[in-house]
């Protein structure tokens, strides 16, 4: 089945540092998704993206649906203490098929 | 909020007992699909309710069941409980015939089997 792998795992970083992070794919997916979950709380979504190429902001976030359909990219810049949590990327073959998730990377912001 | 609401919210279970998972989904929505989130892992599909009918299953056994209502609300069924069945449930719902409304999380039913 379909693996998504993503990195890093996790990341410590200063308040006010810009942060980057990937998810790469053992199949073409025709969606990518970015989440983020507070303890406790389910999963919230971020960014969606549909199109190879696409790149999509959200405020502070940006990803990227990478060219080949295999990859995606989550951009924060500035960061600030609320943006700690963990960040999952999903992806999904076609249609209606069930999300496939990464295992997430913890993100922690040091004031 | 996402307006996807699952009951209860934590649940402690002993191993070989029923346990029975509540969700209801957001306004307008027509499917719900059903995840478990171990500790320090990614969401797993268990399966996707479409019109009260499954559609769609992920990698989990029989004892694993569901049920979809006229009002779209979902149930998850875990009959025989194992200590692995201890994890978070998480009830998405999404709108199927959208392509660009995609799933929405409840916050989750945290499961303990002992």
């Known amino acids: 089945g379909q693996q998504l792998n993503q990195s890093p795992q996790s990341m410590f970083i200063q308040e006010g540092e810009d942060v980057s992070m990937n998810c790469t794919s053992s199949?073409?997916?025709?969606?990518w998704l970015w989440y983020k979950q507070d303890p406790g709380e389910g999963p919230v979504l971020l960014i969606a993206?549909?199109?190879?190429?696409e790149l999509t902001s959200n405020g502070r976030l940006t990803a990227q649906f990478g060219i080949t359909r295999k990859d995606s990219f989550l951009n924060i810049s500035a960061s600030i203490p609320s943006d700690v949590g963990i960040y999952f990327c999903?992806?999904?073959?076609?249609?209606?098929?069930?999300?496939?998730f990464g295992k997430g990377t913890r993100l922690s912001v040091i004031a | 909020e996402t307006g996807v609401t699952q009951s209860p919210t934590h649940l402690i279970k002993t191993r070989g007992q029923q346990v029975t998972l509540r969700c209801s989904s957001q306004?307008?929505?027509?499917?719900v699909s059903w995840y478990q989130q171990a500790l320090g892992q990614g969401p797993q599909f268990i399966f996707q309710?479409?019109?009260?009918?499954?559609?769609g299953r992920g990698n989990f056994p029989p004892r694993f069941s569901g049920l979809q209502f006229p009002n779209y609300s979902s149930e998850l069924n875990v009959n025989a409980l194992e200590l692995d069945d201890s994890a978070l449930y998480l009830c998405?719902?999404?709108?199927?015939?959208?392509?660009?409304?995609?799933?929405?999380f409840g916050q989750g039913t945290r499961l303990t089997v002992v």
């Open positions: 998405a719902s999404s709108l199927r015939r959208s392509l660009n409304t995609e799933a929405f």
């Open positions: 199949s073409i997916f025709n969606t």
């Open positions: 993206l549909y199109k190879a190429g």
């Open positions: 999903a992806g999904r073959v076609s249609g209606n098929t069930p999300l496939v």
């Open positions: 306004s307008g929505h027509n499917t």
């Open positions: 309710y479409y019109r009260e009918e499954e559609n």
